[in-house]
C-alpha cells in the first residue's frame, strides 16, 4: 500500500489576481499578479512549504487556468492526482482590493457554479482518505451539491480515525439565497435547501478539529464569546477548538482540559488574506509534530503573521525556517522580500495582527 499522506485537503480552488499597488480601488488597478489561491488548496501548500507530503482533493474547469493551477500544485510539490476537469464551469477567478492593514474586499467570480463544488462521493479514493494522517474539509464544502455530500462521505470513511480538522470557513454568498446559520435538520429537508447551523453540526459530530474566527463560530454553534464557542464545539463533538479572537489572538481548547491562550505576532499588513491558510497548514505541521498545544499555536499564530506581511497567499507561505526566525525575534522583519513586488499608494499601514484578518 501506497505511504500515506501527511495532509490530504478538499476544497475550493482557483486563480487569485491580486493588485501590485496598495490603497488603489480595482477599478484604477493596471497591475496583477497571478497567484493559486482557494483556502484548502492553500492549506496544502502551506503543509508542503514544512516539508509536509500534502495532495487536495478538488476540481478545476477544463480551461487555460485549469492548466496553470496543476502547474503551480506541482511546483508547491502538492499532489494533484485528484484535482480533475469539469467541462461545464470555468476555473474560477478570485479578484482583491488591498488597502491595508484591515480592509481586502473580495471579488469572486465562480458563476454559474464552481467546479470545486462539482465533486461526487464515488470519485473519491476513500482508502487513502482513510488513511492520510490529517483531512481537512471547509465550510464551503457544505455550501452545495455534490460537494456536500462528498464532503460528509469522506468525514464518514475517516470515521475519527488520525486527524480530522474542519475548517468553519463561513463564506455567505456561496450558499442559497436566504439561507441562515440556524435553520432545519439537513437530515429531513431537502439536501439543496440545507441550511448552514444544521450541516456543520452533522460535520462536526465527525471532526476531531474545529478551527474557526468568532463569526465561524456563531455559525458552526451560535457562540461567538471565545471560550463559551470552545465549549460549544467540545460538545458538538470536537476534541480540539481553535477559536481564532482577531487582535487578541487565539484560543484553543482539547477535550482533555488542555488550553492555550497566545498573543497575535506584530507585523506589518500587507494583504491578511491569507493569513489564516498558512495558521492552518501550520497547524497541520505542528499537530503531526505531536508539540504541546501551546507551541503549537505560537508557531501557527507565527506562520499566518508572516503571510499577513506578504501580497499573495500560496507563495507566500513560510518556511520551517522563516516561522523560527519570526518566532526567535518576536515580530516578523521588516522589509519581507517577499512582499517587495508590491508598490504602496496612500497606503495606510501600521502593525497589526493577522488575527483579525484570518
Known sequence: MPEPYDVITMGRIGVDLYPLRTGVPLAEVDTFGKFLGG???????????????AAVITRTGRDP???YLHQALREFEVDDRWVTAVDAYPTPVTFCEVFPPDDFPLY????????DLEIHPGELDLDAIR????????????CAEPSRTATLAALEARGKSGITVFDLDWRPMFWPDGAEPNGADPDSADPDGAEPGAVYARALRHATVAVGNLDECEVAVGEREPHAAARALLAAGVELAVVKQGPKGVLAVHRDGTRAE?????????NGLGAGDAFGGALCHGLLAGWDLERVMRYANAAG???????ACSSAMPYDEEVARTLADGRVPAGDPAASAITPSTARSSVRSPGSLS
Open 108 to 115: 469572486f467570480y465562480r458563476l454559474p457554479k464552481a467546479p
Open 305 to 311: 503573521a508572516i503571510v499577513a506581511g506578504r501580497l
Open 65 to 67: 487556468f485549469g492548466d
Open 131 to 142: 488513511s492520510a494522517r490529517i483531512f481537512w474539509m471547509t465550510g464551503t464544502g457544505l
Open 39 to 53: 483556502s484548502a488548496t492553500n492549506v496544502a501548500v502551506a503543509a508542503a512549504r514544512l516539508g509536509r507530503r
Open 262 to 270: 497566545v498573543p497575535p505576532v506584530p507585523v506589518d499588513v500587507v
